[in-house]
């Protein structure tokens, strides 16, 4: 049995052993393929909030595209990053859904100083699947029905979408309608998902979510005033233990493009140019 | 220190060793005893959670049981909700990511009774029922409770799981796990430490307790 076992084990192995060099040869062709003049920066490793995943990826394949580098993307809750960052996570470039979190690393020191940027402004809205009774278009009121069991926000503690909503739901006076039917989502992403599900009824989350290809088409959104809660201005910065600062700086004033910044419109993010106007029709 | 979170943990703890000790001594028994054929299957499936990732399990639980899904729907027919976000849905998540746990050891004990005392139980005209409770319970305790005992240390240290249906809910879903992580990623270090201190002596004391008085049944862990 035993040697049957070892035999196995070392056929997987082996297997292992021979395609594994065919991998890298393909992944390094992929590489070696620069598009445009600018000169090619490697690898950028982007730590981005997951309000961005859709928007993140477009804008990191125009990117590459443009420059010939490659940027590898980890998406999550901006929270867990910061906590990550600080305790050294190899990230170039860190895109944070609050902007507090990257002065408070440049603060520490472990920014590089002075590439804080406020590359956009977040909106919440009120979301449901398609096939859902909630009549979002009621706003925070189709709440107030019992038959709403399970509201998702993020988790307020540390996601800034989170803060958002709860700080919405307070404003408008039916935080302690709903405070008993709330599940948090461990960032937007995951909150959007319980939504989408149908495991929640309804849900805060992010309207660049919302508005991305994958989830447009799957339910209905209802605007919340932006006077209900401050403004989700989102932070971006390099890291000061970047392995790739050039790239990262690169990367950064890539998203200071018009054509980046109009992509984040389309996504349902204000400019922060254009702060003044937002929320009037 | 969050001591609903620690309440909440230790009742869910509590809940799943009694089921396993209900539902893992038959389907130990069945797996020690049967001579079927195919038995190896059973045990294939008795084993999965230790292989399986806990996001697996989590999104069947989420998606596959949730209401756009025939399976969901019956249950919530049945129950009047969902699974996810709920204390009985940790409960079933539970149950089964632990139920190798409890299942292993306890057979791994029921294994090691003498055959030859159960066959004479059979012969003096014991009904089976009866030779299970009267002589291979009794010669198989420490295998029994290790297993109790290990899908309760199990079930206090799950974390994948609930961070994926649980919905974190105080008092419902906010388990200490799910606490620690929610402490730490909002830079809490002070109270991430403490809780974290807790369960690492808890989880101590726990194995030490195990393994100190059970030494029988730890031998008999590691032939499995």
Redesign the interface.
């Known amino acids: 049995m035993n040697s049957i076992r070892t035999t196995f084990a070392l056929a997987v192995l082996a297997g292992l052993v021979l395609v594994t060099p065919f991998r890298v040869a393909r992944a390094g062709n992929a590489v070696s393929l620069p598009q445009a003049a600018a000169k090619p920066c490697g690898t950028v490793t982007v730590a981005a909030a997951s309000d961005l995943t859709y928007a993140m990826n477009e804008i990191a394949a125009n990117f590459e595209k443009a420059t010939g580098c490659t940027v590898r993307l980890s998406m999550g ?1 901006s ?2 990053f ?2 990550q960052i ?1 305790n050294g996570a190899p990230f170039d470039a860190f895109f944070s859904a609050d902007i507090a979190y990257p002065k408070k690393l440049e603060d520490e020191g472990l920014a590089a100083p002075g590439t804080t940027y406020l590359y956009a402004i977040g909106k919440i809205v009120l979301w449901t699947r398609k096939d859902s009774r909630v009549d979002v278009s009621k706003g925070f009121s189709a709440l107030r029905d019992p038959a709403v ?2 509201i ?1 926000i993020a ?1 307020p ?2 996601a800034p979408y989170g803060r958002a909503a709860e700080e919405a739901l307070r404003q408008s006076g039916v935080y302690k309608v709903v405070k008993d039917r ?5 960032n937007i992403s995951q909150t959007a ?2 939504v989408e ?4 009824d309804a849900g805060i989350v992010a309207l660049s979510l919302v508005l991305s290809p994958a989830m447009k088409d799957k339910g209905r959104a209802w605007n919340i005033p932006e006077n209900l809660y401050t403004p989700i201005q989102q932070g971006a910065v390099v890291v000061r233990a970047a392995a790739n600062p050039q790239g990262a700086l690169q990367f950064l004033n890539y998203i200071k493009m018009p054509a980046t910044a109009a992509l984040l419109e389309r996504y349902g993010f204000v400019l922060p140019g254009k702060v003044s106007t937002a929320g009037k029709p | 220190m969050n001591w609903q979170a620690i309440a909440l943990s230790l009742k869910l703890a509590v809940c799943v060793a009694g089921i396993l000790l209900a539902v893992g001594l038959p389907i130990a028994y069945w797996v020690t005893f049967s001579r079927w054929r195919w038995k190896f299957l059973v045990e294939a499936i008795v084993a999965l959670p230790l292989v399986l990732p806990p996001t697996v399990l989590g999104y069947y639980i989420l998606v596959g049981l949730g209401p756009r899904h025939f399976a969901g729907r019956v249950w919530q027919a049945w129950f009047g909700h969902t699974l996810p976000f709920t204390f009985s849905g940790l409960l079933v998540a539970s149950v089964l990511y632990s139920l190798p746990f409890a299942v292993q050891p306890i057979s791994a004990g029921f294994e090691g009774v003498d055959r030859r005392l159960i066959e004479a139980s059979w012969t003096l005209g014991a009904s089976r029922l009866a030779t299970f409770f009267r002589v291979i319970l009794p010669l198989s305790t420490a295998g029994a409770v290790t297993g109790i005992v290990l899908s309760f240390a199990h079930t206090i240290g799950e974390f994948g799981v609930v961070l994926m249906v649980g919905g974190n809910i105080p008092g419902v879903t906010r388990t200490v796990s799910i606490d620690i992580y929610d402490q730490v990623q909002a830079a809490n270090y002070d109270v991430a430490n403490r809780t974290a201190l807790v369960l690492l002596l808890f989880s101590f004391v726990v194995l030490t307790a195990i393994y100190g008085t059970n030494r029988r049944a730890l031998s008999l862990w590691r032939r499995s």
């Open positions: 809750s929270g867990n910061l906590t600080e069991q399970k998702a988790n503690e540390h709330l599940v948090l989502g461990e998902e319980f599900s149908g495991n929640a």
